[in-house]
């Protein structure tokens, strides 16, 4: 049973336009989503965060979007860079316990 | 600085050995975690500890044994592993245990042979 979701597995974008990274999930007692992103043999990079009381969180090119009542959240990253092509996961905060997406391979193309 | 170092960075076991994985951090932060990865999958949660005592524990098996010998360390002890518990082993760090950004390590790469 999987509680956060990222339905895209990849996701292919040209440099310099919107990337738009999706995340649903089903728990309504989550209290706090966060985005991180990973390179291979790395440890997860945490990028932005939103609590559950708000519905946007901007920081710099990325900007966080949560829809509680479609139990769905979302990261924009504009403008793209090619720095920005890795796995990208979502993760759901319960008491402490982050509970991850599958992820998603953002390719940025110059 | 925002930091989680974690020693070694490749360790490979036999199933008889007895090793140790090391996680620091010095930021202060309250609570440590301990995650698995396996390849293509995202982490998954192992061990939580809240100011140094045991917090969670996701049904572990007794072969992973966790260790907080103080606020700024975190161990995890290893026994009699199997070759599926190969895969990238996580510490991370957070200030308190609600609603606050963890920080991971860069990860020991396990192969137990």
């Known amino acids: 049973d999987q509680q956060v979701k990222q339905n895209s597995p990849s996701l292919s974008v040209q440099e310099g336009r919107i990337s738009i990274l999706n995340c649903d999930y089903t728990n309504s007692m989550f209290d706090y989503f966060l985005w991180y992103k990973k390179y291979p043999a790395e440890g997860p990079t945490f990028l932005i965060s939103?609590?559950?009381?708000?519905d946007k969180n901007e920081d710099g090119r990325f900007t966080v979007f949560l829809n509680k009542s479609a139990k769905h959240l979302s990261l924009h990253i504009v403008p793209s860079q090619p720095g920005d092509s890795a796995v990208y996961f979502c993760a759901a905060s319960q008491g402490g316990k982050l509970i991850f997406g599958q992820g998603t391979e953002l390719s940025v193309k110059p | 600085d925002t930091e989680v170092t974690q020693t070694p960075k490749h360790l490979v076991m036999g199933m008889t050995n007895k090793k140790s994985l090391k996680c620091e951090q010095h930021?202060?932060?309250?609570?440590m975690y301990w995650y698995k990865q396996k390849a293509k999958k995202p982490p998954e949660l192992m061990f939580v500890y809240s100011y140094e005592k045991l917090s969670i524990n996701e049904s572990v098996p007794s072969r992973f044994s966790p260790e907080c010998p103080n606020s700024s360390l975190l161990n995890l002890h290893l026994h009699a592993l199997q070759p599926e518990d190969s895969a990238l082993y996580l510490c991370a760090s957070s200030l308190g245990l609600a609603g606050n950004e963890q920080y991971f390590g860069p990860g020991t790469r396990l192969t137990v042979t």
């Open positions: 930021m202060g932060h309250r609570a």
């Open positions: 939103i609590s559950s009381i708000k």
